[in-house]
């Protein structure tokens, strides 16, 4: 039995009591391929898990299925205790699931404080509401501690389109965290960035509410090895290695694969 299959199949057996995230069996077919093949993966509330893998290993599928941008083919997936598997992406947002993607979704037209304060607007009661907020407004309020969280606050009225790259996947960290949120996914947040960016990540993620959980997709190794206590390494839609961040690194077989030594489909 392989490390990833030994040590899935004793996760898998825990039961689901205290786990923020829980993938059983999950698989995903597109046609003939297979995307993912049964993913078993268990994350605690406030756990910060990097997810490795070259390019075509099945991990933007995996947090599309974990999103519910993608239906799984088989498996369920558990949410804070609660059976999500079939619930439309809004839903997941709404129970504290966020997620930010490779591409950068921002309001270019509008302030970094405007792109905030629509994020937690779109999270909340009032969401349908056509009143502009004052500024005794508790959810602009918010959009400024979130602003200051990732270090904009300088640039709090500049417009997107004239924020740095590293600035705009600053500016999704903080709409990430809007609304309380209980779970994110990053995905690749330091593509792009120079080192100095880099580095300002790291500070970033490592300073988050330590409440808050994520799983992060990276392929900087030393950026994902940085800001994470656990990581699984995918190859193949599946995973094959999962331990403490010295482990992977020290490992003989995740280097070879990480480093070109084997190709994936």
Same mark, same amino acid.
């Given at each position: ?109 509008? =302030? @970094?404080? *405007?792109?905030? !304060?629509?994020?937690? #607007? ?10 502009? +907020? &004052? ?23 500049? =417009? @997107?389109? *004239?924020?740095? !790259?590293?600035?705009? #996947? ?10 309380? +949120? &209980? ?83």
């Amino acid at each position: 039995m392989s490390d990833a299959a030994a040590m899935t199949g004793s996760t898998a057996t825990q039961g689901g009591a205290g786990y923020a995230l829980e993938l059983r069996d999950v698989s995903k077919k597109f046609g003939a391929l297979e995307a993912l093949g049964g993913i078993n993966m268990m994350v605690r509330p406030g756990e910060r898990r990097a997810v490795l893998g070259s390019n075509g290993a099945g991990k933007t599928t995996l947090f599309n299925c974990i999103t519910g941008d993608f239906a799984p083919t088989t498996g369920a997936i558990r949410f804070f205790g609660e059976d999500v598997t079939v619930f439309p992406a809004q839903e997941r947002i709404r129970r504290g699931l966020r997620r930010t993607y490779q591409i950068s979704l921002l309001f270019n037209g509008l =302030s @970094v404080l *405007d792109n905030v !304060y629509l994020a937690c #607007r779109g999270v909340s009661r009032g969401r349908f509401s056509f009143k502009r +907020p &004052r500024k005794s407004d508790a959810l602009m309020q918010t959009a400024e501690e979130l602003v200051e969280t990732v270090n904009l606050a300088d640039v709090r009225a500049t =417009s @997107v389109s *004239d924020l740095s !790259y590293g600035q705009q #996947r600053q500016l999704e960290i903080a709409m990430a965290l809007s609304g309380a +949120p &209980r779970f994110i996914l990053f995905d690749e947040p330091a593509a792009g960035l120079s080192p100095t960016e880099r580095a300002e990540l790291i500070r970033i993620l490592t300073g988050l509410p330590g409440h808050v959980g994520y799983i992060i997709i990276e392929h900087d190794m030393d950026v994902a090895l940085r800001v994470s206590d656990m990581v699984t390494m995918m190859h193949n839609g599946r995973i094959f290695k999962e331990g403490k961040p010295a482990e992977i690194e020290d490992d003989a077989e995740v280097q070879a694969l990480y480093l070109g030594g084997a190709e994936d489909e």
